[in-house]
């Protein structure tokens, strides 16, 4: 019901962005943003968008990474810029409200040094 895509392998510095397609009701949930795992590690929050208004990230993408939604084409994305190594993971979308959580199937995100 998340379908998301844009992975790909990219080098330091580059940029890539994500999109994730989904129906409107989806999109409309209270929260609706990105995760990450890297191998080895646990799932991270990446950035969410709260009340269709209210952008969150976190500490590692501030001022590099940047999430919005569109409405009319029922896509949320992620702009990725000034990529590093440490970027590299699975992204997945999410959204979610009360019990409701729903997770697309990952894309996978590259940055070589």
């Known amino acids: 019901q998340l379908q998301a895509s844009g992975g790909g392998l990219v080098q330091a510095g580059g940029s890539l962005r994500l999109s994730c397609a989904a129906n409107?009701?989806?999109?409309?949930?209270?929260?609706v943003g990105w995760y990450r795992q890297a191998p080895g590690k646990q799932r991270e929050l990446v950035a969410d968008?709260?009340?269709?208004?209210?952008?969150n990230y976190a500490d590692s993408v501030k001022g590099r990474f940047t999430i919005s939604r569109d409405i009319e084409k029922n896509t949320v994305y992620l702009q990725m810029n000034s990529l590093e190594p440490e970027d590299t993971a699975v992204y997945y979308c999410?959204?979610?409200?009360?019990?409701?959580?729903?997770w697309g199937q990952g894309t996978q995100v590259t940055v070589s040094s």
């Open positions: 968008i709260r009340s269709g208004r209210y952008s």
């Open positions: 999410t959204a979610r409200q009360g019990n409701l959580n729903y």
């Open positions: 409107r009701r989806i999109l409309g949930l209270n929260v």
